[in-house]
């Protein structure tokens, strides 16, 4: 069975603070994608990966970077949290071998940066 | 600018009834489109998918309708039951970026027993 895993489901930071969020999937997928999920705005692609060690910008990568060392987990990090992104932050994998094929997504990780 | 549009926020029907979700988009080189479902707190879950070749694709009480002359897709439930109260989201893949899916904003739907 397909598996997306996310290291915390809740997490509590203060302002300034270095967040790091963890995604591992056990498919062998090369894609790997990192979203934040707001009221009304939908999913935000933060950055994605295709490859190990290759990432791409998505839609809001400010604030934000990423990691990729091995093909099975990829992290999100918050250099210095801020207040703006307390958000539902959630993980995707996805293989290349299937045109149109679907995302798996992870439990989320619901982040309060205070 | 949204490629993936979905009009409305919200949706509510009754236990049993038909439930139709709406998805619009603008992006004629769009080749794949992918319904999700998302409950709170929790990560989205794929329920049905179509190609841009096909006009209908089935699955279960699943039903995906496509009119590419509209660039218009819509998600049938038949019958509607309480466990598919939840957000559901429409998606799409450019044929010329298939690795990005473009999401849509999602439509909240509630189904009332």
């Known amino acids: 069975d397909v598996k997306v895993t996310q290291s915390s489901r809740y997490l509590v930071k203060r302002t300034g603070e270095k967040v790091f969020l963890e995604c591992v999937q056990d498919?062998?997928?090369?894609?790997m994608f990192w979203y934040r999920q707001d009221p009304g705005l939908g999913l935000r692609l933060i950055y994605f990966?295709?490859?190990?060690?290759?990432?791409e910008k998505g839609d809001i990568p400010e604030g934000y970077s990423v990691s990729r060392e091995k093909k099975e987990r990829f992290s999100l990090i918050l250099e210095s949290a801020s207040t703006n992104q307390t958000s539902m932050y959630l993980c995707?994998?996805?293989?290349?071998?299937?045109?149109?094929?679907?995302?798996?997504f992870g439990p989320g990780t619901r982040l309060t940066v205070l | 600018d949204q490629q993936v549009k979905q009009n409305s926020p919200s949706l509510s029907v009754q236990e049993g009834r038909i439930s139709i979700l709406n998805c619009d988009y603008t992006?004629?080189?769009?080749?794949?489109f992918l319904w999700y479902k998302k409950y709170p707190a929790e990560g989205p879950t794929f329920l049905i998918s179509?190609?841009?070749i096909k006009d209908k694709n089935e699955d279960g009480r699943f039903t995906v309708f496509l009119n590419k002359s509209a660039k218009h897709l819509s998600l049938h439930i038949v019958p509607s039951q309480p466990g598919d109260s939840a957000v559901y989201f429409c998606?799409?893949?450019?044929?010329?970026?298939?690795?990005?899916?473009?999401w849509g904003l999602g439509t909240s739907l509630a189904v009332n027993p």
């Open positions: 995707a994998s996805r293989s290349s071998g299937r045109i149109g094929g679907e995302q798996f």
């Open positions: 498919m062998d997928h090369e894609n």
């Open positions: 990966s295709y490859d190990v060690k290759m990432k």
């Open positions: 992006n004629s080189m769009f080749d794949y």
């Open positions: 179509i190609s841009s």
């Open positions: 998606a799409a893949y450019n044929a010329g970026n298939n690795r990005k899916l473009i």
